[in-house]
């Protein structure tokens, strides 16, 4: 069965430091997002990209994040300069549209450490 | 999107069904109720959605009141493996765009040995 792939698993880096977060989503998918959760927290919406396009963000997604499809395959989330509360899962999720419904298939995500 | 209210938590024992309540009293016509789980940390995992029927799948049975205001969620033979946090979301949907799924607390089914 098709499934998201994300990579790497887990990345540490210093407060300051760019960091991305790759994904690849469901072959035939079409929309594909991005969302977080802070250790304890609710799991919250970043980003939604559709035709090469930013669809839907929230505030949490700010002038330091950006993402990007830079080919076919790869769905990426940029964070350039981290700050420690930055530090959480990060899960890509992807779909396709039946009609009106659009199930989300998430990643397994990668765990961002700041320190 | 529709506010949800989920239990905090529940207890179910292995092999026993599961049921998973959800109140969504101020939901729309378009708008369609969906469950995911989570389990321990994982990528939330997409379990069935619906609009006005009750549906099911290899995973479980969803079934909506008459009037949509709430929904249950049937794990037919629950497992230990079924131990993770539920979310029943509501989600409208808009042709051409795909929206935000908005995550509350959910419930922490625990499937007792």
């Known amino acids: 069965e098709p499934e998201v792939t994300q990579t790497p698993s887990h990345q540490v880096t210093q407060m300051g430091q760019e960091v991305i977060l790759r994904c690849v989503p469901i072959?035939?998918?079409?929309?594909f997002y991005w969302y977080r959760q802070i250790l304890g927290q609710k799991v919250e919406f970043l980003v939604s990209?559709?035709?090469?396009?930013?669809?839907?963000k929230s505030e949490i997604f700010d002038d330091q994040f950006s993402v990007e499809r830079p080919d076919g395959s790869n769905f990426t989330l940029k964070i350039r300069s981290t700050k420690l509360e930055d530090s959480a899962m990060y899960f890509c999720?992807?779909?396709?549209?039946?009609?009106?419904?659009?199930?989300?298939?998430f990643g397994p995500g990668t765990r961002l450490t700041v320190t | 999107d529709a506010k949800t209210t989920q239990p905090p938590s529940m207890d179910c024992a292995e092999g026993r069904a599961a049921n998973l309540p959800c109140n969504h009293s101020?939901?729309?016509?378009?708008?369609?109720v969906y469950w995911y789980r989570q389990i321990h940390s994982q990528g939330p995992q997409y379990i069935i959605h619906?609009?006005?029927n009750n549906e099911t799948n290899e995973m479980a049975s969803l079934i909506i009141t008459e009037d949509r205001k709430s929904s249950t969620l049937i794990l037919p033979h629950a497992t230990l493996r079924d131990t993770a946090v539920y979310y029943c979301?509501?989600?409208?949907?808009?042709?051409?765009?795909?929206?935000?799924?908005?995550f509350g607390s959910g419930t922490q089914l625990t499937v007792l040995p």
């Open positions: 990209f559709y035709n090469n396009e930013i669809s839907e």
């Open positions: 619906g609009l006005k």
């Open positions: 101020t939901i729309s016509g378009n708008e369609y």
């Open positions: 999720a992807s779909s396709n549209n039946r009609g009106s419904s659009y199930e989300q298939y």
């Open positions: 072959s035939n998918h079409l929309y």
């Open positions: 979301i509501v989600r409208g949907g808009s042709s051409g765009s795909a929206r935000q799924l908005t």
